[in-house]
């Protein structure tokens, strides 16, 4: 595979899970589990994650209240599925999805839980991975996953047995990953067009190959919408997506209006990456924190929701920024008109600030994620204060028609193509 993270420092952990991924069928019902279970197995055996046995309770006894997909189907041409609804920055997206594709219902997925079959099919399913290459622990929590999976198939061949679902659409908010895997595979054998919508920027990777690689790599669906045309060049680069099945279709969370980049620099909104980032985080705080006392500047911290920074030591050293409530959202954060500037590492907020008027700094020191942008990457407090002092002299106009540049062409800024792609042009 030709790809832009073969130097990775887990690139041969994920080259043994490419493998293992072509060569190994655990088939139920004609359902290969394996494509089902992409990210548990790329969690275990590249990413190094550890499994806890509550989680893995959950994988074996949880199941989705089918209802209200099942009424959905009925009532909608085009059924939206949303599996995370504590994440309010992606529902947004997947609202506007939906509000701006025709004859759609979003059914956000909610779940219970239950002991009926799990043991015996646990046991059957523990046979079929004690080949694989990991502890016993995650053996048996891939097992669990199998033999939950198992159970909602069951459950979702008695909910539609009867129902002809040909000529309907399935677009899930995240269709490589868990349950809305699940739902892509089964739907499909059902005859249902699936549609893969991306949730952000990924790939790329300059040091360690990341968990969201899933999203390049278990494409499921018949058909890819992407934000812009450097994620479809991603696509077929990196992951050998076929080009025919991938549509650039812009970003409906963002209505266009002329970017009005701010060059006033008094306050900064940092933004942080996944838990796996919070060492380079912390680095980054320490070299923000100079130049907020130097230059007088108002920073806070936004982590990500699966950052561990809120509990790290490094906050008996910071003076001068500020660390917001969990409850705190990106969207209101931008609405509230309290920033000028941000600072980004390794997540696709960077585009989000240029959206919202920030112009944006990247944490260079080793970063992860090779983004598409501009040159805005610093390493110390001292290559910041030279960005800023620069932007500071530069017209907010230039600053402005760069940023709706780069927004073009990464995430489709000012494109929305959902209803065209979806009821029309592809069937």
Known sequence: MNNSF????????????????????VEYKGINLVEACAIDLIDTMVVGSTISYYHMMCALLQRIVLAPLKEAFARSRNVFTFAFPKRRDHLALSNAMVA???DSTQVVLS?????????????RFIRQVSRLPLSMKNKAYIAAKMAGY???IDELEECFRDDDLRGKRLIP???TIYYEALLVLFFRRKGVTTFYTLHGVFGRYKQVIANDVVNGENILTDYVLTFGESQRQDLIRDFDVKPDRIKVAGNPKYLYHPIAIRNTFHSCLILGGVWMYDAELRQLLLEADKVAGQLNITMALKPHPLSKIYEDEVWGKIEHITLLDKSATITSLFASGKYDFAITHNTSSYYECMIAGLKPYRWGNNENIDFEGLDDRFCNAGQLAELLQAARQTPAHVLSAEAEQVLKSVVGYGLNNYNQLINGSLQ
């Open 6 to 25: 073969a130097h990775t420092s887990n690139y041969a952990q994920y080259r043994r899970y490419r493998e293992l991924k072509r060569q190994w069928r």
């Open 100 to 102: 701006s594709v025709e």
């Open 111 to 123: 779940y219970y839980y239950t002991p009926y079959k799990c043991v015996r099919r646990w046991l």
């Open 150 to 152: 198992s159970c909602v």
């Open 173 to 175: 908010s995240c269709a």
